[in-house]
């Protein structure tokens, strides 16, 4: 059977570091109403006054870490793509970005066009979020629904607890934590508590935004709680690797705006570290597959600066998944079961 495609789709980048390509960008991601979610009148104004100063500064972060073959997250996820062809012998695999290029819609108009009528669609974020995760199913559900597209799809589950996903994290970044380290940060990309709070409020509206482990988490508020998956694959990567309790924390870093954002931020765990004493900072980014401008740029240059203005000495980026050999195995094994859709 040569006709069941893989889809895989990460977040996008800018066409370049043009100012105008990158506000460009801003404004399809941002207003996306599962990434700001206000009722359109607010959102579009909200956006607006981002979108005065933020694509300027945007632009400058993301010409530090621009590749020659252009983003960081495109360049590592079409390698992802080229190796995962490797191993998914059922039909082609593709990558689509859900802002930018390529776009969901014409990678599927494509695919139906080339007669592929069954796709695994791959959202590649291993922790579910509204703002991640949802909108890339609904986008893809759009554009076959409006343009009447012969597409059945089976769905990548949120993985952030599968043994294939960790056992390719504790694989990537074994070298990093034998070469010795004070501590090690765990940075996840944040999300405004409220994203959370609306999910489980109909489950546990008492659910704690603030606590420090995932222990004793419902399954139920587990499976739409983007904060307890983080802390449950962090646990879960800590004590593969035989870590002890104080060898390592969690933080959520990338805020953007006025809201509350679940924490702690990392921008706080990096001057709390350099003050403690710890010199040699390992920070590794498990929400991120691929490396991007939040790695690169925000741990690996920002992030850097202000540990050392803290006291700390050296940090230490551990690259993301990207297209090592374990996660490309991993991939292929979560992606075969994949459940369908009806
Ligand atoms: C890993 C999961 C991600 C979640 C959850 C997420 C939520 C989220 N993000 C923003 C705002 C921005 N994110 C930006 C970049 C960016 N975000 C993710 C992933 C998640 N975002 C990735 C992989 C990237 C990198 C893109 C790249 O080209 O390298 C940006 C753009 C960069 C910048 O200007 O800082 C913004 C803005 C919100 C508001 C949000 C949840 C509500
Ligand atoms: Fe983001
Ligand atoms: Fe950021």
Redesign the pocket.
């Known amino acids: 059977m040569t006709d069941h495609a893989l889809l895989l789709v ?5 066409a370049s570091t043009q100012v105008a390509d ?1 506000r460009r ?2 404004n399809q ?2 207003m996306d109403p599962y ?3 206000l009722p359109w009148p607010l959102r579009r104004l909200l956006v607006s006054l ?1 979108l005065v100063r ?1 694509p300027a ?2 632009a400058h ?2 010409a530090s870490i621009w590749w020659e073959q252009g ?4 360049v590592l996820s079409r390698r992802l793509q080229a190796a995962m062809q490797a191993h998914w012998t059922q039909g082609p695999v593709e990558l689509a970005m859900r802002y930018g290029e390529p776009s969901l819609d014409s990678v599927l108009s494509r695919l139906a066009a080339q007669g592929i009528e069954r796709v695994t669609l791959a959202p590649l ?1 291993p ?1 579910f ?1 509204d ?2 995760t949802t909108t890339v199913i609904e986008e893809a559900r759009r554009v076959v629904r409006t343009r009447k597209l012969p597409i059945r799809f089976s769905i990548l589950q949120p993985f952030f607890d599968q043994p294939e996903y960790l056992d390719a994290l504790a694989d990537s970044a074994r070298p990093y934590l034998q070469q010795g380290f004070d501590h090690l940060l765990l940075s ?5 508590e409220r ?1 959370i709070r609306k999910l489980v409020k109909g489950i546990d509206p008492q659910h704690d935004l603030r606590s420090a482990s995932s222990e004793g988490v419902s399954d139920e508020v587990l499976a739409v709680c ?1 904060r307890s998956q983080c802390l449950r694959t962090a646990e879960a990567f800590a004590a593969r690797m035989g870590l002890r309790p104080g060898q390592w924390s969690v933080s959520f870093q ?1 805020r ?2 006025k809201d509350k954002w679940i924490e702690p931020y990392t921008e706080t765990r990096l001057d709390e570290l350099g003050r403690q004493g710890v010199k040699k900072l390992l920070v590794m980014c498990p ?2 597959v ?1 490396d ?3 790695t690169l740029e ?1 741990i690996g240059d920002r992030g850097l600066e202000q540990f050392q203005a803290a006291g700390g000495e050296r940090l230490e980026l551990v690259p993301c998944l990207n297209d090592h050999p374990s996660w490309v195995e991993a991939l292929n094994q979560l992606c075969a079961r994949a459940p369908q859709q009806i």
Do not use: K, M, W
């Not at 990460?10 to 800018?14: E, K, M, V």
């Not at 983003?71 to 495109?74: D, K, N, Y």
């Open positions: 990460n977040l996008g980048s800018p990158v960008y801003l991601f941002l990434v700001v979610d981002i933020r500064q945007s972060a993301y983003s960081p997250l495109i974020y922790q979020a703002s991640t996840f990309h944040g999300l405004p994203h983007y990338s953007l705006g929400a991120f691929a991007c401008i939040e925000e």
